[in-house]
């Protein structure tokens, strides 16, 4: 019979995914700094669910995104390659899960890169091999979604699918999205209208990018924290001028280390390793709180040929 438990996954883990501060436009594919120094990795444990029958042990990581960890095949006493046909989305961070039929472990989130919430079963039937089933919903209800009853959640994901279903005056039968909080709090803000600045140097979380809370941004009246977000939807849109006009209004408005840094990425894309390591390291500088950036502007400062001002802030980063 198979058995399904909750467990833990010692990994060595980095900050990163779109809820870190340093990494807004990291979380869309839009970074490559040329990596020389070793981005921190602590060993960490991560919630994880087990599913095992009498041929296998799979391992899904509930905490990293839903994806399958590791797969173990019990009388041969060895592990099994495969490569994870499962949903990546762009965050990698906790999902729902809950237990489904007492041989399927079923986790969602809302991909807010994509716009779309997601549904994947492991289903590891006694006796049989592992099978992983991936569903995506339009969340106007024109996709065909199972909504068979889950059994209780053993793990909750974030607010952002709460806030779509807000957004979109909808529900969806059988899906968990649930948790609206304080990272969702400025976009249900702009849903009335209007995004309230907060402290520059505070980070300003996750950006929304599709074209409705674009859209949003637009009409709301104007900050530096709407023009930065602003600008992070038009680089998702590779509207590279705009977004770059957009970071430097949020610039005008209130000098925030997030808006510097996203001028460097996009210095450093346009072939100015100078003028981007110029941008990353006032941007490291105004902000010791966060190690990520300090990384950043060491390798490009090592890049632009900087090797004693990299030297100097790299005492800054902790070990």
Known sequence: MTQLRQAEVVLPVAESGQDSPGSAL???GAVPWPRRTARPRDPRPVPAVVLENDLLIATVLIGQGGRLHSLWHKREHRPVPFCSPAFQPASGGPVFAAPVHGDTLRVWEWDT??????????VLADGESLRVDTKVR???GHTEWDEAPPGELIAAGSGWGALELT???????????TGL???QRPWLELLHGNMIASDPEQPPGRSLVSAPWRAMLEAAPENWLTAYHLGVARWHARESEAAVAAWRRSIELAVSPWALRNLAVAEFRGG???EAAELLTAAAWSTPAVPALSVEAVDLLLAAGQADEAATLLRRVPT
Do not use: K, Y
């Open 167 to 177: 957004r979109l005056g909808v529900l969806l039968p059988a899906t968990p999205f």
């Open 113 to 122: 890169a994509r716009d779309l919430p997601f549904q994947v079963d492991f």
């Open 26 to 28: 990291g979380a869309i």
């Open 272 to 274: 100015h390793v100078r």
């Open 138 to 140: 339009d969340p106007r």
């Open 181 to 183: 909080g304080a990272p």
